[in-house]
């Protein structure tokens, strides 16, 4: 079982479909994949905080079940572990959302697995995930790449928290997690949890970059991460693409390898926008 864990609310629901369907067609392996949605509503920060409903977790189920009837996604609702740890914290609202929070609570979550990859939902498989679930990782709390600007501007192993590969047992023996919620609760830190997560850290194995391209598209790359990016022409400015932004996909970044993918999930949101519409009249 290839255990998988995306973190979120409703308005990623695109980013799951899109990240689901790289995995599964990128991916030769007959093993099933077991995929937990943590998730929550926290309204009463910003009214856009709803959990992931019901029913989209029910959707990526069914599209899960398409591939292999033994893959499954289950949601789990966290929001008692996030009032408990992170109520009123000074990372409450940090610089993305109160959901990026939430993979440091793997450790308190009942019946997880001892290897888990954690993922962002603006990422794409392009080529197989065992190359990275296969990594051994004994003896290291986590596995994980190089952040594409960190690297420069920060320390040259500075890491991108966006796809981890966690070794539970360690983290659980070196407590790792607990030392970042601490430091969650009690001081402001520009990347909250990544930063947390790095300042915690005791061992970790570090990834080449194809396990993690934040800014280029290779043959060798096996994750691009459609993380925000830095644009030097016409002007210097920022722009943040994600993979289901498809005209831009094209446009800005003149990639069509994801196009099986993303008709697919054009195709699957209609029908699931479709199948909304008909229950609620």
Not at 38 to 56: F, N
Not at 189 to 202: E, G, K, N
Request: glycine share 2%; net charge positive.
């Amino acid at each position: 079982m290839i255990n998988i864990l995306f973190c979120g609310n409703d308005k990623v629901f695109d980013g799951m479909i899109t990240t689901m369907l790289s995995i599964f067609k990128r991916t030769t392996t007959k093993e099933a994949f077991n995929i937990y949605v943590y998730t929550m509503d926290v309204s009463d920060i910003k009214p856009q905080y709803l959990a992931l409903s019901d029913e989209m977790a029910d959707y990526l189920d069914k599209i899960a079940k398409s591939y292999n009837p033994e893959n499954r996604v289950t949601k789990i609702d966290v929001l008692d572990i996030y009032n408990r740890e992170f109520r009123n914290s000074p990372n409450e609202s940090c610089y993305c959302s109160p959901y990026t929070l939430l993979r440091l609570f793997a450790d308190l979550v009942p019946n997880m697995p001892d290897k888990l990859l954690y993922l962002d939902v603006d990422i794409m498989f392009n080529r197989d995930i065992t190359l990275l679930w296969n990594q051994d990782v004994t003896g290291y709390e986590y596995a994980s790449a190089r952040d594409h600007y960190g690297k420069y501007l920060i320390q040259p192993n500075y890491i991108n928290a966006g796809v981890l590969l966690f070794n539970m047992v360690e983290m659980r023996k070196t407590k790792i997690l607990e030392k970042a919620r601490e430091l969650i609760r009690k001081k402001k830190l520009m990347f909250a949890d990544q930063s947390a997560l790095i300042r915690s850290t005791t061992r970790k194995k570090m990834l080449p970059q194809k396990f993690n391209d934040q800014k280029f598209l290779h043959k060798s790359t096996v994750v691009r991460h459609f993380s925000k990016r830095l644009f030097w022409l016409p002007i210097p400015k920022t722009r943040n693409i994600k993979q289901w932004h498809v005209s831009d996909v094209h446009k800005v970044f003149h990639y069509y390898v994801f196009d099986d993918i993303l008709y697919e999930y054009i195709y699957l949101k209609k029908k699931f926008e479709k199948e909304v519409i008909k229950n609620e009249q």
